[in-house]
């Protein structure tokens, strides 16, 4: 199975910041990869597919980049909404394998 | 409007089994693949199952052993994935997420999730 390698797992920080998440795959894995947001007692939602792109209604201060085994995800400007936990997810080859997440908090 | 709606969780002793269902409306349920993804009490997300959109090709992740355990299955005509478990452990303890796999040209996601159903394994 691939490993998904996220760090760090947990990150303070302030409204207005510009938050980064990375995420490191045991292998190449093209750019296939997404990104979720999952709120306390929610289910996850995809904010980014393909590592760049946004998903429909998710807005632009979320980005991602990268490509083979070394991925980004940003937030531009920290909003108190955005509170929550983030997971990257490789979907080249199944198992659908998931980082173990980042924590996000507002300093 | 998209719906996934999970059921069948509830607390069961270790060796047993369980029955988890999905129902799905909103879309033309037979035309995607879906998923089980499950998540410990604090823990993080892990990939647990999948089925394609004819039920012709199943998969399960080898990481948590639930192979040999689990079998996913769907019946297209009532719109609805189910997810068969036995021999539970402890270690199955978790919420567990019915998914939409949604597949581009550019991309495979889980872009339509089920709100979990609990599943507590203990004596």
């Known amino acids: 199975d691939v490993q998904m390698t996220q760090s760090p797992s947990s990150l303070s920080a302030s409204v207005g910041d510009r938050v980064t998440i990375t995420c490191q795959a045991s292998q190449d894995i093209n750019n296939y990869v997404n990104w979720y947001q999952q709120k306390p007692g929610k289910a996850p939602k995809v904010l980014i597919y393909?590592?760049?792109n946004l998903e429909t209604g998710v807005p632009s201060r979320f980005s991602g980049s990268g490509s083979g085994t070394d991925f980004t995800f940003t937030i531009s400007s920290l909003q108190p909404e955005d509170i929550a936990t983030y997971y990257c997810q490789q979907y080249d080859n199944l198992p659908y394998t998931f980082g173990q997440g980042t924590k996000l908090e507002i300093k | 409007e998209v719906q996934l709606v999970e059921s069948g969780g509830g607390l069961v002793q270790p060796g047993g089994s369980l029955r988890l269902s999905c129902a799905a409306s909103?879309?033309?349920?037979?035309?995607?693949?879906m998923h089980w993804v499950r998540q410990a009490p604090g823990k993080g997300l892990e990939y647990v199952t999948a089925i394609s959109s004819n039920g012709g090709s199943t998969y399960y992740a080898n990481a948590n052993s639930v192979k040999g355990r689990f079998t996913i299955s769907r019946d297209n005509s009532k719109n609805t994935l189910y997810l068969q478990m036995g021999s539970l452990r402890a270690e199955d303890t978790a919420v567990y997420y019915c998914?939409?796999?949604?597949?581009?040209?550019?991309?495979?996601?889980?872009?339509?999730w089920g709100q979990g159903t609990l599943v507590t394994v203990s004596s």
């Open positions: 998914a939409r796999g949604y597949c581009s040209s550019i991309s495979c996601r889980q872009d339509y």
């Open positions: 909103g879309f033309t349920f037979s035309a995607y693949a």
């Open positions: 393909g590592a760049s």
